[in-house]
């Protein structure tokens, strides 16, 4: 896999960009050589990781980026074209948990929700996308951040479960219609990645021991393996993927099934 200097030349949209998955994507993806919009919710600072972005020689850039409102969407990306020029590297890393609620008790506010930001999100972001490097004429990548369990179900996940099954299966979709246009999409579908999404996991060690007993690698994943791959899917050396899921969980999801 190839290092500093791959993505010199390019613009990237990290989507979810302030903490995680996507925070580890902002800092590979600037260390490569790109230029990259942190998209950030709310009362998020990154200020302190553009600073260190320009220190090292690189470009960023924070843009308030709510992926569930369409018109937040679009002034997120004209903000993008001003700052740092039309992007043709998209990450969709934005996104929200399990509720852990079952069907029959959900509010459909929570079911919606989750549909709105992580899988409509994804849809609103990557159209815009498109249309940008179509109407300049030029290709790009998107990689999508799935996960193990759009295609390993868990009782009380119905909303995130529905959600990450739609994305996959949009990533795979969009794949097919844009790759006439030199673009290539494909998705990641992480396992138990230590995040803030999984506070639980990285605040108690005792849980996180108890966790790891069920993955083969017998480790939980940092976000900065999954922002390698990502890397990796939006660089030249990856150009002839396009519409492949890749699953990184140390093996978790091989053991659906196992023991009856």
């Known amino acids: 896999m190839s290092g500093a200097g791959i993505l010199s030349g390019r613009i990237a949209v990290v989507t979810g960009g302030g903490s995680g998955i996507g925070e580890a994507c902002v800092q590979v993806l600037a260390e490569r050589g790109a230029a990259v919009a942190i998209g950030i919710v709310g009362e998020e600072d990154v200020s302190k990781r553009v600073a260190a972005i320009g220190a090292a020689g690189g470009r960023a850039a924070a843009v308030p980026l709510d992926v569930a409102d369409e018109a937040a969407v679009d002034t997120a990306f004209d903000r993008v074209a001003v700052a740092l020029g039309v992007p043709d590297i998209l990450i969709n890393s934005a996104g929200l948990n399990m509720s852990g609620v079952e069907v029959a008790d959900m509010p459909l506010d929570q079911w919606r929700r989750l549909i709105d930001t992580d899988l409509t999100g994804t849809f609103l972001t990557s159209r815009r996308f498109v249309r940008d490097l179509k109407r300049v004429g ?32 949009l990533s795979a979709t969009l794949a097919l219609e844009v790759v006439r246009h030199g673009i290539t999409v494909n998705a990641i579908a992480p396992g138990m990645i230590l995040t803030p999404l999984n506070k639980q996991a990285q605040d108690d ?27 990796f899917l939006a660089s030249p050396d990856a150009a002839y993927i396009t519409g492949a899921s890749i699953t990184i969980d140390g093996g978790l999801s091989l053991l659906v099934g196992q023991g009856a």
Do not use: C, W
């Open 138 to 169: 030029r290709g790009g990548a998107i990689v999508n951040i799935t996960s193990i369990h759009a295609f390993a179900m868990r009782a009380g996940g119905a909303d995130y479960t529905a959600a990450k099954g739609g994305q996959s299966n």
């Open 205 to 231: 060690p005792e849980y996180l021991h108890k966790i790891e007993r069920n993955i083969p690698v017998g480790r939980a994943g940092g976000p900065e393996e999954v922002a390698q791959l990502a890397a």
